[in-house]
């Protein structure tokens, strides 16, 4: 991933409400969710709502398909696995016990010992 990329990707999830619906999604799964759906979920206005999906979507970590009357959104599994490998890509450099809780954590299944499924 090149550096431009992940900061646009990282400051697209520099917001809490942006933050949300991105994790929201990641959980959803590759069948994503529709844009009504999240807004129940979120209480997001339609307006804000938008603007989020749109800022996620430019920056690559969201992806969008129409079904029918609803746009499907659905987080993008592939930009978010570069992002957090160029964020550790450096991390161990020979010392691989910093990285070790990154990876106990990745090889936790859903729900366990507190993780939101």
């Known amino acids: 991933m090149e550096?431009?990329?992940?900061?646009?990707a990282l400051s697209a999830l520099a917001h809490?409400?942006?933050?949300a619906i991105f994790?929201?999604?990641v959980r959803a799964g590759p069948e994503g969710?529709?844009?009504?759906?999240i807004a129940r979920a979120t209480g997001a206005l339609a307006n804000t709502l938008?603007?989020?999906l749109s800022i996620l979507s430019a920056a690559g970590l969201v992806s969008?398909?129409?079904?029918?009357?609803?746009i499907i959104y659905a987080a993008a599994y592939a930009q978010m696995s570069e992002l957090l490998a160029f964020l550790v890509e450096d991390c161990c450099c020979g010392?691989?016990?910093?990285c070790a809780p990154l990876s106990l954590v990745a090889s936790q299944p859903c729900g366990a010992e507190g993780r939101a499924c």
């Open 3 to 8: 550096p431009t990329s992940a900061v646009a």
């Open 16 to 19: 809490e409400g942006r933050l």
């Open 23 to 25: 994790r929201m999604l």
């Open 33 to 37: 969710m529709a844009a009504g759906e």
């Open 50 to 52: 938008s603007s989020n």
């Open 64 to 70: 969008s398909r129409r079904d029918g009357r609803s």
């Open 95 to 98: 010392h691989p016990e910093i």
